[in-house]
């Protein structure tokens, strides 16, 4: 529904022109399937109830508000749609940008509900699985727009956090498929901040392995040895993932195998 309105819809020209003035190409747009909300109260909510969906289903699922006198609305209006995918490959959230440069809040994240957990969910991870895979590593980074532009120009192995904080389950549901993990956070303050929270829960977080050693005198010991591999990327003053991946994607190829070898 949501795509099909940002590809075809008349009030969906000013999304489709911020799409494009973020360098995104029609393969990504399909292959994420971004989408646009109508700015209107009731547009979802009527779509879906003609299809046979309740009131209360929805509610549920994040996409309507409930009010105190329980009226309800669209949760979700006149705002770029990004799906946010389990690692399967099926939709159980939305994060939405406002069009608007006045608009508040900057990104609007569908509610915590049987079906998403932001603490636990990792945007990109069920396109990234494969690039994670055969890179032998795990690229996070800060937004929805540094994954989706990452995947654009073949940087496969990139997944953004949700919310201020990498987590505990985000880092083990990443160490499953690579023990390599690099934060590429924005360099700005509040990117600083959430960089050295998120080596904190690493370190806090991850279980030791205990390993044999022989020290100097043939004796046998253990060592304990974190059980993943974790790396900071330092981006150039000024840049953030997305904008540095667009101008120079040899830069950014560059400073990853920095980091990572």
């Known amino acids: 529904y949501f795509h099909n309105l940002l590809l075809n819809a008349p009030p969906a020209k000013g999304a489709r022109e911020y799409i494009a003035r973020r360098g995104l190409n029609e393969r990504?747009?399909?292959?994420?399937q971004l989408g646009y909300a109508l700015d209107e109260w009731h547009a979802l909510e009527s779509y879906l109830a003609e299809r046979g969906y309740e009131r209360q289903e929805l509610v549920a699922a994040g996409l309507l508000v409930e009010r105190e006198d329980?009226?309800?609305?669209?949760r979700f209006r006149g705002r770029l749609m990004i799906p946010i995918r389990d690692p399967r490959g099926r939709t159980i959230a939305f994060g939405a940008r406002t069009l608007d440069p006045e608009g508040v809040p900057k990104y609007l994240n569908s509610p915590q509900t049987p079906l998403f957990d932001k603490s636990s969910t990792l945007f990109g991870l069920d396109r990234a699985l494969k690039?994670?895979?055969?890179?032998e590593r795990a690229i996070i980074v800060e937004g929805y727009m540094d994954v989706i532009q990452a995947h654009q120009y073949g940087f496969n192995?990139?997944?953004?956090?949700?919310?201020t904080a990498l987590t505990e389950e985000n880092l083990r549901r990443l160490i499953r498929h690579t023990k390599r993990v690099i934060l590429a956070?924005?360099?700005?303050?509040?990117g600083q901040?959430?960089?050295m929270r998120g080596l904190d829960v690493?370190?806090?977080a991850l279980e030791p392995e205990w390993e044999p050693v022989f020290d100097p005198r043939g004796l046998l010991g253990v060592e304990a040895r974190l059980s993943a591999d974790i790396r900071v990327l330092t981006l150039p003053k000024g840049h953030d993932p997305d904008d540095l991946i667009r101008s120079d994607p040899a830069r950014w190829a560059e400073l990853v195998d920095q980091v990572a070898y």
């Not at 956070?185 to 509040?190: E, F, K």
């Open 28 to 32: 990504s747009i399909e292959a994420f």
């Open 70 to 74: 329980q009226r309800v609305y669209d």
């Open 131 to 135: 690039g994670i895979r055969a890179a």
């Open 157 to 163: 192995d990139v997944v953004a956090q949700l919310g």
């Open 185 to 190: 956070l924005d360099p700005d303050a509040a």
């Open 193 to 195: 901040a959430a960089t």
């Open 202 to 204: 690493a370190r806090e």
